[in-house]
Nanobody
Framework: VQLVESGGGLVQPGGSLRLSCAAS????????ISWYRQAPGKERELVVT????????NVADSVKDRFAISRDNAKNTVYLQMNSLKPEDTAVYYC?????WGQGTQVTVSS
């Protein structure tokens, strides 16, 4: 099982980024996938989950109406579209599926 995040980087406040989580080694379409993030000095927190049926759950209050999760089962990939980014969104973003974690991708929001 492997999960690989990509798409992080440095962005100005108010900007957007799209993260990708490419999965392999398991029946991707059958599992929920979640995005988590961990800011420096803080615990890892759940951001949002997409179920195998493409339902959206566990949306953190801090990202409601700004972040959107989607999945493409043909590509074994989950996306996190992040809009109206704020400095407090700065963190390492991880995806998790079938109990496995990716290595994370850094998102830095700064002017």
């Amino acid at each position: 099982v492997q999960l690989v995040e990509s798409g992080g980087g440095l962005v100005q406040p108010g900007g957007s980024l799209r993260l990708s989580c490419a999965a392999s080694g398991f029946t991707f379409r059958s599992y929920a996938i979640s995005w988590y993030r961990q800011a420096p000095g803080k615990e890892r927190e759940l951001v949002v989950t997409i179920t195998s049926a493409e339902g959206i759950t566990n949306v953190a209050d801090s990202v409601k109406d700004r972040f959107a999760i989607s999945r493409d089962n043909a590509k074994n990939t989950v996306y996190l579209q992040m809009n109206s980014l704020k400095p407090e969104d700065t963190a390492v973003y991880y995806c998790r599926g079938r109990g496995y974690w990716g290595q994370g991708t850094q998102v830095t929001v700064s002017s």
